[in-house]
């Protein structure tokens, strides 16, 4: 039997948060620019607070609902590193290109 929630068959949110989970997954690995990566991977991440939040609803139980509450903390707190690594790495080097970090080895 299928679960429906809201109308919407569970099999959508799967499919959909599949979908999204492979295009971070494909901007992570194919782009250079590192304020598409750091979008990349928060697109992942909400993929996966969307999937998640489905399951939950459809078991009645708020534990996974919860925990997304928390994956966004972390993911709050992912961004303002990332952020404030992104501005150290624009003033040394004057771009936000990842292959240019190799300069900063020596």
């Known amino acids: 039997m299928q679960e429906v929630i809201q109308g ?3 099999n959508w949110y799967i499919t959909l948060s599949s979908i999204l989970f492979c295009i971070g ?7 250079r620019n ?13 993929s996966v607070n ?3 939040v489905a399951f939950s609803a459809s078991h009645g139980d708020v534990a996974g609902q919860v925990f ?19 501005v150290v790495m624009y003033r040394n080097t004057k771009s936000v290109d990842i292959d ?3 300069r900063l080895k020596g």
């Open 8 to 10: 919407i068959p569970l």
């Open 25 to 31: 997954v494909l901007g992570v690995l194919f782009r």
């Open 34 to 46: 590192a304020i598409i990566i750091f979008m990349s991977i928060e697109l992942m991440l909400n």
């Open 50 to 52: 969307l999937l998640l």
């Open 68 to 86: 997304v509450f928390f994956t966004m903390a972390v993911a709050a707190a992912e961004i303002a590193v990332g952020l404030a690594i992104l």
């Open 100 to 102: 240019v970090l190799n």
